[in-house]
Structure formats: structure tokens, C-alpha cells
């Protein structure tokens, strides 16, 4: 495939032009970036925008949730990386300096209005999917609802564990959310197919129980847990069986429930 894309000098009808601060590349399949935010651009933590490039003179452009909170001056995004994918072939080999396409409108569904009150918060996230939720463990709105935040983060291998250092130490002395991180905050890292200390897919973790005795926590209550899944098509079907199986109830942008899923997910 022919991996070229246009450089943008100036953004077209709909979208911000801005440039590539960093590039980071964590795995041969999996990347992230930050670049430069237009002071005009607002969204909630947890929300996604339509990001990408130019090419043959047209927008081609995915769905990415912010890594960065809705706070923060610059923007982050996670990716993964598919050869003969239409975008992420060639944003792989995005550089700094060179631009890249933000939309103006930023929309998604995790976000902490679209839930009921409760007691818990969990994210449930696989591979790529954590990307707005470090956006939202980032906000101080979100401690400042629950007694608890816990990040159920599962990939396949060790090395596809993005942001874990930064979750387990840098987070955690974070000058204006660290007591928040310290005090509420429960990471529950899995691996699937490699050693590791704790294994297996999250759904077969609630359904034991095993993750709520890892987070240490009572069993998954919609009366007091309240959940936003972000994964693969097959995972977020899975957990949203499994929390509908225990009365759990989908929430929306028009009527808050007890759980969340967010639909939009980058494959190609």
C-alpha cells in the first residue's frame, strides 16, 4: 500500500491543523502522539474526536478518544498500528512537526453524566481501548464522585500494558491529583497470552469474582457499581451481556443508566 499522505498547511471545513509534539512508538503495533490544541477546542474527559490526515487531497479520518484530559494544554492519542489499514498505516509514520487533522466536535459516551450516582466506578478496557480512560482518571470531577475508580486494563502481551509505569508511579506523585490517585484509585493490569501476575479476560475475571477480590471490592452491584467499557466490538458485547445478566442498565447521552459502552473504536 502506498503509505503517502498530504502535508497540511491548512485545516479544511470542520477541522483544527495541529502539530506533532511527540511521537511515541510502544510496541510494533501499538503507538501514541501529542500534539499541539486550538484554546478553541472543548470536550469533556472520556470523549473521542475524528483525527487524521490528508490524503489525495481529502480528509481521512477515525474516531480516537483523548488520552489527555479535558484540562490538559496539549492533546494525546493511542493507536494501534494496521499495515494495509486506510489511516493507521500512515499515521504510524507521523513525525513532529508535521500536522495532523483534530475535528471540532468532539463527541463519545463515557463520561460521568451519563451515569447514575454510585459508589464505584469501574474501566473495563482492552488494548487500545484504555485511551479515554486516562483521560478520565486525570479529572478531578471523577474522585471527587466515587469512593473508587478502578481501571481493569487487558491486553494480550506484557509490552502492550500503555501508560502502566506512568499509572503506578508518576500518577501517583502527580502534584494536584496525587493524594486523589493514592487514595481512590485501583489498576488491575491482565495479560492473556504471556506470564504475568495476574491472567485472563476480564468477563471471566467478574464472573468468578476474581477482579473484585483483586480490587477489593464487593461483588459488581448495579444498586452501588456503575461501569464504562471500552474495548474490542466482541469484548464490549460480552461485558454488556454480562452487567445486563445482573441488572445493570446501558446509559446514554439522553438518559443516564448504570453502565456505558463506547461504540467507537479504531480498527483500520
Known amino acids: 500500500m502506498d503509505i503517502a499522505y498530504d502535508p ?51 480528509p481521512l479520518v477515525r474516531a480516537y478518544s483523548m488520552v489527555s484530559p479535558a484540562w490538559e494544554g496539549h492533546l494525546e492519542f493511542l493507536s494501534i498500528k494496521v499495515q494495509d489499514g486506510p489511516l493507521t498505516s500512515r499515521l504510524q509514520h507521523i513525525q513532529v512537526g508535521e500536522k495532523v487533522l483534530i475535528g471540532r466536535k468532539p463527541v463519545g459516551t463515557l463520561i460521568p453524566d451519563n451515569l447514575l450516582p454510585g459508589r464505584n466506578l469501574w474501566f473495563l478496557a482492552t488494548g487500545t481501548g484504555i485511551a479515554p480512560f486516562m483521560s478520565l482518571i486525570r479529572d478531578p470531577e471523577v474522585y471527587e464522585r466515587y469512593d473508587r475508580i478502578i481501571l481493569a486494563h487487558t491486553v494480550r502481551e506484557v509490552k502492550e500494558l500503555a501508560y502502566r509505569d506512568y499509572i503506578t508511579g508518576e500518577l501517583r506523585d502527580h502534584e494536584l491529583l496525587g493524594d486523589f490517585v493514592r487514595e481512590k484509585l485501583v489498576y488491575l493490569p491482565a495479560v492473556t497470552r504471556e506470564p504475568f501476575p495476574v491472567q485472563g479476560r476480564i468477563t471471566a475475571r467478574l464472573e468468578t469474582g476474581a477482579a473484585e477480590r483483586e480490587a477489593g471490592v464487593e461483588t459488581l452491584d448495579p444498586a452501588q457499581d456503575r461501569v464504562m467499557i471500552c474495548g474490542s466490538e466482541a469484548m464490549n458485547a460480552d461485558c454488556k451481556a454480562l452487567l445486563e445478566a445482573r441488572g445493570f442498565v446501558e446509559g446514554n447521552n439522553s438518559e443516564p443508566g448504570t453502565f456505558v459502552v463506547e461504540k467507537a473504536f479504531v480498527t483500520k
Not at 31 to 56: E, H, K, W, Y
Open 8 to 58: 497540511i498547511a491548512a485545516a479544511p471545513p470542520g477541522f483544527f491543523a495541529e502539530e506533532v509534539t511527540s511521537v511515541h512508538h510502544w510496541t510494533g503495533s501499538l503507538f501514541s502522539f501529542t500534539c499541539t490544541r486550538d484554546p478553541a477546542l472543548r470536550f469533556t474527559s472520556g470523549q473521542f474526536a475524528m483525527i487524521g490526515l490528508v490524503v489525495n487531497g481529502k
